[in-house]
C-alpha cells in the first residue's frame, strides 16, 4: 500500500473511531480499542517513508497527539464526546492534507 493510502486509512479510522466513542464509548469501547491499535501500527509503517515538506510537519504534530489520544482511548477518557471530536478532526485535518502526497 502506498503512503498517500496508508494516510488515508489512518484518517478514516479516526473519523469511525470519533464517531464509535461519540455514540457510545463505553459500548464500543473494546471495537474502539482494536482500531487505536490498527491505527498505531498504520502509523509505524509509514514512519520513514518519505513525505513532502508541506505535509510532514502535519504528520510530525498529528504523530505526537495521537501518542496521547491512544492513551486516553485505551483508559477512558475523561470526557468521549471531546475526546472524539478530536478524533475526527485529526481525521479531517490528515484527509485534506493528504492532498500534498502525490
Known amino acids: 500500500m502506498d503512503t498517500k493510502s496508508t494516510i488515508l486509512d489512518i484518517a478514516m479510522n479516526l473519523n469511525r473511531i470519533g464517531n464509535w466513542a461519540a455514540d457510545d464509548y463505553n459500548g464500543k469501547k473494546e471495537r474502539i480499542k482494536t482500531f487505536l491499535g490498527n491505527t498505531a501500527v498504520y502509523i509505524q509503517s509509514i514512519e520513514h517513508s518519505p513525505l513532502p515538506p508541506s505535509f510532514k510537519s502535519t504528520f510530525n504534530n498529528f504523530k505526537k497527539q495521537y501518542t496521547s489520544l491512544q ?3 485505551i483508559n477512558g477518557p475523561k ?19 493528504s492532498k500534498l502526497i502525490v
Do not use: Q
Open 71 to 73: 492513551k486516553e482511548g
Open 79 to 97: 470526557n468521549p464526546i471531546f475526546w472524539a471530536e478530536d478524533m475526527m478532526t485529526w481525521g479531517n485535518i490528515l484527509t485534506h492534507r
